[in-house]
């Protein structure tokens, strides 16, 4: 499986949840070195949640 493959499967689980308290779920970086690529969850509190996916 691919990384980016990965990523789809969270973040569509993320959105398809549903949860009240999740307000934002996107994607990040290209996975370089310099930027893993990842998912940003932000909640009802303005707080972020990271799943970043590394090679």
């Known amino acids: 499986m ?3 493959e990965v990523l ?3 973040e569509r689980l993320f959105v398809a949840a ?3 308290d999740i307000t934002e ?3 990040y ?3 370089t070195d310099q930027s893993p690529a990842g998912i940003d969850v932000k909640d009802q ?3 972020h949640m990271f799943l970043w996916v590394a090679n």
């Open 2 to 4: 691919e990384l980016t």
């Open 8 to 10: 789809d499967v969270f």
């Open 18 to 20: 549903g949860h009240p």
């Open 25 to 27: 779920v996107r994607r």
């Open 29 to 31: 970086g290209q996975g």
């Open 45 to 47: 509190r303005d707080a």
